[in-house]
């Protein structure tokens, strides 16, 4: 794959998340009821740097869960003959709870629905947002987020590509023609 176009660079990804963190605080009246659970694997990672910028402006101490979705996938038999699972780690009771999941990249709307339908395993919460740093357009479920880091028109042929810190080294966003 070669890249095609780089979107989003470090200071961009900080000022992004900054902003989602004051309208998370500002549509949910405060962090007193809210919880944030990161879809693996790059979504755990924003979930957490959300977190600081939240409990930054709102000097609260706020939960942290990791969703792992890969058994609730509706393709799951096409990945492979053994999908890797990961660990959940939710260590909170999410009931009535005002959820923020967390993604990376909104694309066709099957990896939400899949981790709402993970979520259900733990709790019913009051209200579930979602947040992702990229929405790309394509739906093929009626999902919408909540909070949007940046919408980036694609064609199918492209792959938005979410570069983070703790996992590949650098903070950047690209686009890849496949």
Request: hydrophobic share 40%; proline share 4%; aromatic share 4%.
């Amino acid at each position: 794959m070669q890249q095609k176009a780089k979107i989003l660079d470090k200071e961009a990804i900080k000022r992004i998340l900054s902003r989602i963190a004051h309208e998370i605080l500002e549509k949910n009246a405060g962090s007193s009821n809210l919880c944030l659970v990161g879809i693996r694997n790059r979504g755990i990672y924003l979930a957490a740097r959300l977190r600081g910028y939240v409990e930054k402006i709102d000097s609260k101490s706020i939960p942290v869960g990791i969703l792992d979705i890969t058994l609730y996938r509706d393709d799951l038999t096409q990945i492979g003959p053994q999908p890797i699972v990961h660990k959940t780690e939710i260590k909170f009771d999410i009931t009535d709870k005002n959820i923020i999941l967390v993604d990376d990249v909104l694309y066709t709307g099957r990896t939400i629905r899949a981790a709402m339908d993970a979520l259900a395993d733990f709790g019913r919460p009051k209200v579930i947002q979602l947040a992702v740093l990229i929405d790309r357009g394509h739906r093929e479920l009626p999902i919408r987020p909540d909070y949007v880091g940046k919408n980036i028109p694609t064609n199918i042929h492209e792959l938005v590509d979410v570069r983070l810190d703790e996992v590949d080294g650098c903070d950047e966003v690209v686009i890849l023609e496949k």
